[in-house]
């Protein structure tokens, strides 16, 4: 198993351009959730997603949109970057929220810099 | 909304000894913790999670303990080794699917 696969690993936006950071898992979680890490900040929720075709905000969803077409993909979408969505973006999954299955399995990361 | 802090944003330890990290929550209502570790650019990796209905779990070489009374979480590692130096975080879940990071401890394993 792959597990949870981001792409691109680093990207360079310019102020007002828009992009789709990549997420797929190949263990047939229901649970997907996509986070911002920022210096001393700890990771803040952005959207999660419950299964295919549920989708919902979490703590800091301005700027961002998520779909959830099918089981192993969820992409992110920067609408309009703006520099202080610069940040390194953590993708994860879960059989569960809740326990006895409630961890989280983290993608490497995307490291965004926005100009 | 609330979120997790950590008593220490730094912590070394030498080889060999015991490491304890420390995290403080703020609501009574969570009811799901997690212990998470990151290495340096890569993603956390789950490490040991306790439900609010118990005081302490054991994994290999971890224990993670939870007061209820005074809202804190422990992390223990026995006999450190190098490998363990990261940075460790606390999660907690007390509404809907949200889970609400601490700011991170980083560990220092001295040879």
């Known amino acids: 198993n792959a597990g949870v696969t981001q792409t691109p690993k680093f990207q360079v936006l310019k102020t007002g351009q828009s992009m789709t950071l990549q997420c797929a898992q190949d263990m047939n979680h229901e649970y997907m959730s996509w986070y911002r890490q920022d210096p001393g900040m700890g990771l803040r929720l952005i959207h999660y997603s419950v299964g295919a075709g549920i989708t919902d905000q979490g703590e800091v969803p301005n700027g961002y949109n998520v779909s959830r077409s099918t089981t192993e993909d969820f992409p992110l979408r920067l609408l309009s970057a703006a520099p202080s969505q610069t940040s390194v973006y953590f993708c994860?999954?879960?059989?569960?929220?809740?326990?006895?299955?409630?961890?989280?399995?983290f993608g490497p990361g995307t490291r965004l810099t926005v100009l | 909304g609330e979120s997790v802090g950590l008593h220490l944003p730094t912590l070394s330890v030498q080889e060999g000894d015991n490491s304890i990290i420390n995290c403080a929550y703020s609501?009574?209502?969570?009811?799901?913790f997690i212990w998470y570790k990151q290495e340096s650019g890569k993603g956390p990796q789950f490490i040991i999670d306790?439900?609010?209905?118990?005081d302490k779990r054991q994994g290999q070489r971890v224990t993670v303990l939870l007061n209820k009374t005074v809202k804190h979480l422990s992390l223990q590692i026995a006999a450190t080794q190098p490998g363990d130096s990261a940075v460790y975080f606390c999660a907690e879940k007390y509404t809907g699917n949200q889970f609400y990071f601490g700011t991170g401890t980083s560990l220092t394993v001295i040879p």
């Open positions: 609501n009574s209502a969570s009811d799901y």
């Open positions: 306790i439900r609010s209905n118990m």
């Open positions: 994860a999954s879960s059989y569960s929220f809740s326990p006895p299955m409630g961890e989280q399995f």
